[in-house]
C-alpha cells in the first residue's frame, strides 16, 4: 500500500448522480448529510440533556443516501425558503427537537440555514471558500492528495546520522505542509445555537485526521478555521492579515528537536536568540546542526547545537545557540497579535521505552511534522530512565519558562511529570501556569484518549490527533487526586486506584509488555479464569441522599456523557477568551510558597486515619478550613462544590470480597476499557466502581466485555459511586494497589480529590 493509500483520501466524487466515496475508509470519524425523504426536519425524538449527536450516532445513522458536503460556501440569497421537498437532511430518528439540520437542496446546490437560503458550494479545498473570485461548482479536486505531492520537502525528514537526526525540517510556510479542510458543516443545535462541522487537517506525508467541532455560526466556523490556519499552523495563507503574517513569520523555524535536556528559549520579539543551559544530568547528548532556509520569507535560521557528550551521569554545559536572521522588513519585532500559539515554550518529554518502544519512530514520524508547522517552541528531552522525568519536573529551575509540558509515552511519563511537579516547592504556580498534554506512546494512553485524541471510540489514541491537540493549545481545568500511604507517603494521581481484579491484570502482566495492548486481554482473561477476590474495607465520602450511588435510570442518563467525552466538542468561543489571556493570566513568575497540600475533607472526615497514615500532611486539628481548600481554579472549574457540598457528605462504609475496584478521575483506563463512563477530567469527583464477590465467572466475563464500552455499569452487580474522598483497606493478601498504573504498597490507601488543579491540553 503506497502512502497515499493508506492515509490520504480518495478524491470525492462531486458526480451528484451517484452517493460519493467515503472521504477515507480508515481512522476517520465520517459524517455526512443524509439525504432523506423525510420532509420534516425539525421531527422531535424524545428530548434529553444530550441532545448533541454522538459521532457513534452519527455513523450509525447516517450509512444510507449520502451527499457529501466538502466545503461549504454559503452565500447569502435574497430567497429565503422554507423546507422543500427535494431537500436532504438528517434522518428525523436522531433528531431532537433543538437539533437542526442544514438542509441541502441536492438539484440547486443550495444550502438553508435559519430558513436563509445559501448557496452551497462544493469543494474540498478550503482555501477557496475565502476566494471572492471563486463562484463555479468545486467539481475539481485540489485537495490533500494532490496537495501533499506537491509539497516541499521537509516535514519528516529522516537521517539516519545520529548528527542530524533530529535536524528541524523545513518549515516553508508557502508549502502545503499542512491542509486544512472544511469538510462538513453538518448540523445546528437550534437551543444552544451550536453549529456542528468536520473539520481535516493532513500534515505532509501524514495521515488525513478528521474531527467534528462546534462552533456558533458559520461566521465563527469560517473565524476558527482561519485561525488555526493563521494562529495555530504556520500556513501562508492569503487569508491571513498581515498581524496575523508577522505572527508567523516570528515564529517560523523556531522548533528545534534535541535529544538532551536543552531547554530552546526562542523568544519571539527577538530575532537572536541564544540560550545556554548548564546541569544537563545523565544524558548521551548528540550534537544537532540545523540550518533551515525558507526563502519565501526572506527567513534564515541557523540552530547551531552543540551539546557535550558525556555517558558517566555528569554534570555537562549545552549551548544552544538559536540565530534567527530575519530579512523581511514586514516581520516586525513587535508581536501585537493574540494566537494561541504565540509565545508557546513546550517541552516534551519523550520515553523510547513505552509501549512497542516505537517512542522515537512515532514522534518523527507523526508528531515532528505537526508540531514543526505550529505556532510553538519545543524541546524534547528522551527520558533515559525510571524517575528522569519526575526528577525533571521536580528540580528544574527553568521549569517556569513553560507554557505546556507534555508526556509522550504511556501514562506513566504523565505521572511523573504530574508528581515531579507536585514536589516543587511552587508547585502550586506550576500547575496553575502551564499546561499538560499527553502524547500517545504507551500501551493504554487513557489520559491522550480521554482528552480526546482517540479518532474512533474502542480504536488506540492517535499521536497525530494528540500533537494536533498540543497545536491548538486548548485545555481544560483537570482534578488530581492526594493518595497517601503510611508513613507520609504521597502521591498525586490522575488516573486512577485500582486493587484487585483491574490491579492485577496491570500489573501481573508486567512481563508480557511485548505483547503491547493484547496483554490486557491476555491478563483480563487469566483474571476471568480465576476470578480471585479479596476482603477489604472501603469507606468512602459522597454527596448525601440518593447521589451516593447512581440507579440504573441515572446511569443510563449519565452514559450518554462518555460519548461526550469522547467527541469532546469544543467550542471556539469559550476558549477564544481564555487562551489568548491565558499567558497573560499566567505569567511565570517562580514563587518559591513551600505550601503544603491540603486535604480539607481528610482533616475533617477521616481525620484519625489521616493522623496515622500522613501525620506530616495533617493539621492535627481536624476542622475544616476553607481557606485551605485546593481548589486552584474555580473559574474554570465546572464544580465549585467544596463550599456547597461539604455540609452534605456522608461517610459510608462497607467490608466485604471485591473482585475488582477501581477508583477513576477520568472515564478511560486504556483505549478500549472505560472505567466509569461518568467521570469526567473536572467534574471534581472520584468514581469508585466495584464488583463484590457475588457473582459467577460468566457474569464477571460479561462485566470485562462490557466494560470496553463502558456499559458494565448497568450491570446490576457494579457499584458505582461518585465520591470526594474515600479510605481503602486491603485485608487479604496477593493482590496489588496500583496509583496511575504504579504499584505502590500494598496496604491502607486514603484518598481527597482536588478540583482544577491543574490544566489539561484537550481538543
Ligand atoms: N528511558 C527509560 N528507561 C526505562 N524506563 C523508563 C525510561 N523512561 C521512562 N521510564 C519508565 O517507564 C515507565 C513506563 O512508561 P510509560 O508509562 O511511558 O509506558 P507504558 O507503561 O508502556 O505505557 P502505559 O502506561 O500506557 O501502559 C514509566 O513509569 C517510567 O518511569
Redesign the pocket.
Given at each position: 500500500m503506497t502512502e497515499e493509500e493508506q492515509g490520504v483520501p480518495a478524491v470525492l466524487n462531486r458526480d451528484e448522480d451517484k452517493p460519493p466515496p467515503s472521504i477515507n475508509d480508515q481512522d476517520v470519524n465520517h459524517s455526512s448529510l443524509k439525504n432523506n425523504s423525510h420532509d420534516s426536519p425539525n421531527e422531535s425524538i424524545p428530548h434529553n440533556d444530550h441532545s448533541i449527536l454522538s459521532n457513534h450516532q452519527l455513523e450509525s445513522n447516517l450509512e444510507e443516501n449520502l451527499i457529501e458536503i466538502s466545503c461549504v460556501k454559503m452565500i447569502p440569497n435574497s430567497a429565503s425558503s422554507s423546507s422543500s421537498s427535494n431537500t436532504n437532511n438528517f434522518n428525523s430518528t436522531v433528531q431532537s427537537k433543538n437539533f437542526i439540520p442544514i438542509q441541502l437542496e441536492r438539484n440547486s446546490h443550495s444550502l438553508i440555514y435559519r430558513n436563509q437560503k445559501f448557496q452551497a458550494e462544493l469543494d474540498v479545498d478550503f482555501l477557496k471558500l475565502f476566494g471572492s473570485s471563486h463562484t463555479g461548482r468545486g467539481s475539481s479536486h485540489t485537495g490533500s492528495s494532490s496537495s501533499s505531492s506537491s509539497n516541499s520537502s521537509g516535514s519528516g525528514t529522516h537521517s539516519n546520522s545520529n548528527n542530524n537526526r533530529f535536524k528541524s525540517s523545513t518549515t516553508h510556510p508557502s508549502a502545503a505542509v499542512l491542509t486544512i479542510a472544511l469538510e462538513h458543516v453538518f448540523a445546528i443545535h437550534q437551543k444552544h445555537s451550536l453549529m456542528f462541522s468536520v473539520f481535516t487537517f493532513q500534515p505532509k506525508d501524514s495521515k488525513k485526521i478528521v474531527y467534528h467541532f462546534e462552533t456558533s455560526s458559520i461566521e465563527e466556523t469560517c473565524e476558527w478555521i482561519h485561525s488555526l490556519r493563521c494562529n495555530t499552523f504556520k500556513l501562508h495563507d492569503p487569508t491571513c492579515s498581515m498581524n496575523d503574517v508577522n505572527t508567523i513569520n516570528n515564529n517560523t523555524l523556531s522548533n528545534t528537536y534535541n535529544d538532551i535536556h536543552t531547554p530552546i528559549n526562542n523568544n519571539n520579539t527577538n530575532n537572536t536568540n541564544t540560550n545556554n543551559t548548564t546541569n544537563n544530568t545523565n544524558t548521551t547528548n548528540t550534537g544537532n546542526t540545523n540550518n533551515n532556509t525558507n526563502d519565501n520569507n526572506n527567513n534564515t535560521n541557523n540552530n547551531n547545537n552543540t551539546n557535550n557528550t558525556n555517558n558517566n551521569n555528569t554534570n555537562n554545559n549545552n549551548t544552544n545557540t538559536n540565530n534567527n536572521t530575519n530579512n523581511n522588513n514586514n516581520n516586525t519585532t513587535n508581536n501585537t497579535t493574540t494566537s494561541f500559539g504565540s509565545h508557546r515554550q513546550v517541552l516534551i518529554?519523550l520515553?523510547?521505552?513505552?509501549?512497542?518502544k516505537q517512542?522515537l519512530k512515532l514522534f518523527e514520524k507523526h508528531v515532528k511534522p505537526i508540531l514543526d508547522v505550529s505556532h510553538l517552541s519545543y524541546v524534547v528531552i528522551?527520558?533515559?530512565?525510571?524517575?528522569?522525568?519526575?526528577e525533571y519536573c521536580a528540580t528544574a529551575q527553568d521549569l517556569s519558562q513553560y507554557t505546556d509540558i507534555i508526556?509522550?509515552?504511556?501514562?506513566?511519563?504523565?505521572?511523573?511529570i504530574i508528581n515531579g511537579i507536585g514536589k516543587r516547592l511552587d508547585w502550586k504556580q506550576v500547575f496553575q501556569s502551564i499546561r499538560i498534554g499527553h502524547i500517545?506512546?504507551?500501551?493504554?494512553?487513557?489520559l491522550a484518549v480521554s482528552a480526546g485524541s482517540q479518532l474512533k471510540s474502542g480504536k488506540p489514541a492517535s499521536p497525530e490527533m494528540a500533537a494536533f491537540i498540543v497545536a491548538r493549545g486548548f485545555y481544560q481545568p483537570m482534578d488530581l487526586e492526594s493518595c497517601f500511604q503510611a508513613p507520609n507517603k504521597h502521591y498525586l494521581s490522575f488516573l486512577s486506584i485500582t486493587w484487585s481484579a483491574i490491579a492485577d491484570v496491570?500489573i501481573g502482566t508486567e512481563n508480557m509488555?511485548w505483547l503491547g495492548g493484547a496483554r490486557n486481554t491476555v491478563g483480563a482473561l487469566k483474571q476471568i479464569l480465576t476470578k480471585k477476590s479479596y476482603r477489604g474495607k472501603l469507606k468512602y465520602l459522597h454527596p448525601s441522599g440518593e447521589e451516593s450511588s447512581f440507579t440504573t435510570s441515572q446511569r443510563s442518563n449519565s452514559v450518554p456523557n462518555i460519548k461526550l467525552n469522547q467527541q469532546r466538542y469544543s467550542s471556539y468561543n469559550n476558549y477564544k477568551k481564555k487562551n489568548n489571556n491565558y499567558k497573560k493570566n499566567n505569567d511565570h513568575h517562580t514563587c518559591m510558597t513551600n505550601e503544603k497540600i491540603q486535604c480539607p475533607l481528610l482533616e475533617q472526615y477521616f481525620h484519625q486515619d489521616f493522623k496515622a497514615i500522613a501525620p506530616d500532611y495533617c493539621n492535627g486539628n481536624g476542622l475544616v478550613n476553607e481557606q485551605n481548600m485546593v481548589n486552584m481554579d474555580t473559574t474554570n472549574s465546572t464544580v465549585n462544590h467544596e463550599n456547597s457540598i461539604s455540609s452534605s457528605l456522608t461517610l459510608t462504609e462497607i467490608e466485604d470480597k471485591f473482585s475488582l475496584f477501581v477508583a477513576a478521575n477520568i472515564s478511560h483506563l486504556?483505549y478500549d476499557f472505560i472505567a466509569s463512563p461518568m467521570a469526567h477530567h473536572h467534574d471534581g469527583y472520584i468514581d469508585l466502581v466495584y464488583v463484590k464477590d457475588n457473582i459467577s465467572r460468566g457474569d464477571f466475563l460479561n462485566i470485562f466485555l462490557a466494560a470496553e464500552k463502558g456499559d458494565h455499569v448497568f450491570d446490576k452487580a457494579v457499584d458505582v459511586s461518585k465520591v470526594k474522598a474515600f479510605k481503602l483497606s486491603p485485608i487479604d493478601t496477593g493482590s496489588y494497589v496500583v496509583v496511575?498504573?504504579?504499584a505502590v504498597d500494598y496496604g491502607d490507601i486514603l484518598v481527597e480529590v482536588h478540583p482544577s488543579m491543574c490544566n489539561l491540553l484537550t481538543l
Open positions: 518529554f520515553n523510547p521505552f513505552s509501549g512497542k517512542g528522551k527520558t533515559e530512565r525510571a524517575h528522569h522525568a519526575l508526556g509522550m509515552g504511556g501514562d506513566g511519563i504523565i505521572f511523573e500517545p506512546g504507551g500501551t493504554s494512553n487513557a496491570d509488555r486504556s496511575d498504573g504504579e
